[in-house]
């Protein structure tokens, strides 16, 4: 059913049996919006909620800023806390697919934390608006390059070693860096050669050139960033800042913030690109985040502001000219 959230287009809420989804379209300039669909066991359906609309919103910068002309959605799924079986799971996805379907082109999902290719394929039963999860290494080369453009780094400490950080962490490791890596996953640890762990909270006092947060969301707060021992953040995590006032901190503590709707870009530019029948333009827009990160900064050291703040205004900006075109 369709729920109130100001501010934002539209947004619903889909009952999955014993599982919730929150689908949230920030906007759809152009008529159609891009964004993934995120599962995890939120502590109520108003964290779920919250958390839809900021991903949603975070995904409209991250797709103007890239040059692809659409806006931004989210789906979570609020999985039940005593789990979710196979079959039931299934029938949800089936479902979410069948909804989305409806939408008739106005949302492409994707790949997010906890989408699975089984998830995917349940979707594919019913659903034509879904991208391959094949996408998603697609991020770990936009945080490369985005890395590279500000410093040629020697040292790295990538929290979180899944699909983007595993990448990220077996590139750099390739490339000659140390890398010191933190997973909850002791699995995903070993699957990196190479790799130097640490326990997942010892991640933020490792002294080094990058730490690269590719994990959740919302890691980066008062008391994580006094312990940082790093010059740059760059890394694949949405919104890995707790709240608005952290990126001001690390600029305060002179650390280097690449905005993650910058680093992360990557899927998005992949998944939108071929779904639109842009593949042409994907080399184009990948190299382009380069220029897009010094841009920023550029602009945060010239008006004494943080890169995160610089983002959200120059993609506030475009999105006001999409809807006046």
Not at 230 to 249: F, I, K, Q, T, Y
Request: glycine share 12%; aromatic share 6%; hydrophobic share 45%.
């Amino acid at each position: 059913m369709k729920i109130e959230a100001e501010g934002f287009q539209v947004a619903y809420r889909i009952e999955l049996g014993k599982a919730t989804a929150f689908l949230v379209v920030h906007a759809a300039p152009y008529g159609r919006s891009f964004g993934g669909i995120r599962l995890r066991k939120y502590v109520s359906d108003d964290a779920a909620l919250e958390d839809a609309k900021q991903l949603a919103t975070a995904m409209t910068r991250k797709v103007l800023l890239a040059g692809i002309s659409a806006g931004g959605a989210k789906t979570v799924i609020r999985v039940p806390a005593e789990g979710w079986s196979s079959e039931a799971r299934d029938a949800g996805m089936r479902k979410l697919g069948e909804f989305i379907q409806g939408l008739e082109g106005l949302y492409y999902c994707g790949a997010d934390l906890g989408f699975t290719g089984a998830d995917e394929a349940s979707m594919r039963m019913t659903c034509s608006f879904v991208a391959p999860r094949s996408v998603g290494p697609w991020t770990a080369r936009s945080v490369l390059i985005a890395m590279r453009a500000v410093c040629d780094p020697e040292s790295v400490a990538v929290q979180g070693l899944g699909v983007v950080g595993g990448h990220v962490a077996t590139d750099l490791i390739d490339k000659g860096a140390r890398v010191v890596g933190a997973d909850l996953d002791g699995a995903a640890e070993a699957a990196v050669p190479g790799l130097i762990t640490v326990p997942p909270d010892a991640i933020y006092e490792t002294e080094c050139d990058v730490f690269s947060p590719c994990a959740t969301g919302g890691v980066l707060n008062a008391e994580t960033i006094d312990r940082l021992r790093c010059r740059v953040v760059c890394g694949g995590a949405n919104n890995p800042l707790a709240g608005p006032d952290d990126g001001e901190r690390l600029r305060q503590r002179g650390i280097l913030y690449v905005p993650s709707v910058l680093a992360n870009a990557g899927a998005v530019i992949k998944g939108a690109s071929d779904a639109l029948g842009e593949s042409e333009a994907i080399d184009e827009r990948m190299r382009g985040i380069a220029e897009r990160v010094k841009d920023v900064l550029a602009i945060s050291e010239r008006e004494g502001r943080s890169p995160h703040l610089v983002s959200h205004d120059l993609a506030d900006h475009l999105l006001v000219l999409a809807f006046e075109r």
